[in-house]
């Protein structure tokens, strides 16, 4: 029994040392790609793939898992339009870096702290386009091992495959021209009591602002519920908004009523009592806010209003609506 009992873990170690083996002398850099002919000119190719608002449409991501969540950007479409997006299987975001229309578009990638490097080429052939989907980057070791055992590189070759078979049946029905998919109310004015934002503040580039919404959020409604808070609203104040210069002062957490209560970190912002000009929007974060700001600066600008303070109010949780129904108050402080 003895003997026996050794020559299984000397088997076991042998096992383990090859699959160590296989594991460790794989190549640490990928780079897989796939090719289809789309029946549409390098332009329209170009225009239909830079709108992140198409994805859903054309990927196969959405139907292997039912659980993604998608918020986007300021920017949709174009060069720096980003999304990101949660699910069962994990967080991720995109962004694409690079366009040459008619010509190639790059992305750049991560899914819980993967990073990944997408590019995309566009060639005439024909009446059509032979489009080339890569994706390429590095494995880690826990990539190396499920890479090994899951098949990874077949997996991704089937997926952009799918991919691109769907940019085909899909692409016919585009119009770049279509508006988004976003309504306002009308123009409200009232006037409001002192309300509080107990959150988490930032200054600085837009580009981090949906990365410290992601982070802010869950940890502000975790607070809320540990200390039993159960009257606010979730919500970001603006104090500084520069395109030009891409620079952004706000903070992200709970509006209420009273601040007694912070968690450590936060910060208080007082949001005056007085006149408030208030638009409403339904739609996905991230479609409609430029309209939205821009009818209520013309309200202003009509009536003689100048500005006090901006902050947003999101008033139903986006995970258990439709995307069309996500609601955003947006709200001026004015005198």
């Known amino acids: 029994m003895k003997l026996l009992k050794n020559i299984l873990l000397i088997l076991v170690l042998a096992v383990v040392g090859i699959v160590i083996a296989a594991v460790t002398t794989q190549s640490t850099d990928y780079d897989l790609n796939q090719s289809l002919v789309i029946e549409a000119t390098p332009s329209n190719v170009t225009d ?3 709108d992140l608002k198409t994805w859903s449409t054309w990927g196969p991501w ?4 039912t659980t993604i969540v998608t918020t986007y950007g300021e920017i949709t479409k174009g060069k720096g339009a980003s999304m990101t997006w949660t699910s069962a299987s994990g967080p991720g975001e995109l962004t694409i870096s690079e366009i040459e229309p008619g010509k190639s578009m790059a992305t750049k990638m991560d899914m819980g702290g993967s990073p990944a490097e997408g590019y995309w080429n566009f060639e005439s052939e024909g009446d059509g386009t032979k489009v080339t989907w890569g994706m390429k980057g590095q494995k880690n070791l826990m990539f190396k091992i499920f890479a090994m055992f899951m098949g990874f590189d077949e997996y991704m070759g089937k997926m952009q495959l799918k991919g691109l078979e769907g940019i085909q049946a899909n692409i016919g029905d585009y119009n770049s021209e279509a508006p988004s998919a ?3 109310s009308e123009i409200e004015v009232m006037e409001m009591t002192e309300k509080f934002l107990i959150g988490y503040s930032h200054s600085g580039g837009m580009e981090d602002i949906q990365t410290n919404f992601q982070a802010d959020m869950p940890k502000a409604g975790m607070f809320a519920g540990s ?8 919500g970001a104040v603006w104090t500084k908004w520069d395109e030009e210069n891409n620079q952004a002062e706000y903070s992200i957490g709970l509006i209420v009523s009273n601040a007694d209560k912070m968690a450590e970190g936060m910060v208080k912002t007082s949001i005056p009592a007085g006149k408030v000009v208030k638009i409403s929007k339904w739609g996905a974060y991230g479609s409609g806010d430029k309209e939205a700001h821009e009818a209520i600066g013309k309200y202003m600008e009509e009536n003689g209003l100048s500005h006090v303070l901006t902050w947003e109010e999101y008033a139903n949780d986006p995970m258990k609506v439709k995307p069309e129904e996500v609601r ?8």
């Open 182 to 184: 976003f309504k306002l």
């Open 227 to 234: 200390e039993g808070i159960t009257k606010y609203t979730p």
């Open 62 to 65: 959405n139907k292997e898992d």
């Open 48 to 50: 239909y793939l830079s």
């Open 328 to 335: 955003t108050d947006i709200l001026y402080a004015v005198k």
